[in-house]
């Protein structure tokens, strides 16, 4: 006769193995959704930038008969044209400054903010309060900003009373050009290559913007800093300065790598905010990547670009995931 102590070691398997089954029940609908508005989505626009199409005549899995195959010609054209250069460059541009400004800026403020004694809640809301506003939003209220009528741009009309409105600047390698903020704010000659300064004037209000975030997620990095290692700091006389390079900042490199990310994210994926102020100009100087793919999908719907179109939105995410991926696998490996 098997004994009771046997039966129960027996049960126990099978009692796992009705939950692993119960919770994979669970899971259909989430992945059922999962599947439906972001896997087969994603695999419908990696094959769809296989084959020329447009958007009046879009490309359709169900129907083979009207595919008109393109093979790996989308992705050579894009490769080979000189207007995905120049927006690459510029989302260069707004990969690197983008993230570094918001990263700077919101730890300084939530350091700032952290030691201050009075009003504390009322400085987060005034930095937390422009994320409720849409990026397009922030683009037209800025735009009234950078206006170049004096009697209407309150940055013109600002350096109109400090009488060096419409100034023109040279700094080193920097070339500025004050009161043309949105046509040629200046240029930055770097050996041969001048980076013009139209996007930092497009990245400044972003970051207004998007500082928010930052602070809230600084702000919840140092509640979690330990009180002990803090008073220890302070009784073996640390400065102010070493408490915060040496116990502050390290505590916070989890949510430094979290808004790092973030931050990268948004600028490769920026849109609204440069169609909004400058459409893409002068000249194409703030034509980014997202800008460029709206314009060949949608701008001409009668264009059979939308095949270049879906090539762009691939390339854009295979440059996600690889400047993702060595940020969260360290992040990853140190938690």
Known sequence: MMTSRARTASAKPRGRGSESRLAYLFLIPLLAVF??????????????????????????????????????????????????????????????????LVVTISLALSLLIWE???GTGLFRSAIILPMTISLAAVGVIWGFIYNPDPDKGLLNAGLRLLGIGNADLTIGPLELHLGRWLSNPGVLHIGELDVRLTNVMIIIPAVWAFVGFGVITFTAGLTSVPAELLEASKVDGASRWQTIRHVTLPSLRPSIV??????????LRTFDIVFVTTGGGPAQDTQVLGLLLWQQAFQFLDSPKAGQAAAIAIIMSAVLIAAAMPFLRKNGNQS
């Open 35 to 100: 599947t439906g508005f972001y896997l087969w989505p994603a695999l419908a626009t990696f094959l769809s930038s296989f084959f020329t199409w447009g958007m009046l005549n879009p490309w359709r899995v169900e129907r083979p008969d009207l595919w008109v195959g393109a093979g790996l010609k989308n992705y050579t054209a894009t490769l080979a044209s000189a207007d995905f250069w120049n927006a690459a460059l510029n989302s260069v541009v707004w990969l690197v400054v983008f993230p570094f």
């Open 116 to 118: 201050a004694k009075k």
């Open 258 to 267: 979290v808004v790092t990310v973030i931050s990268i994210i948004f600028a």
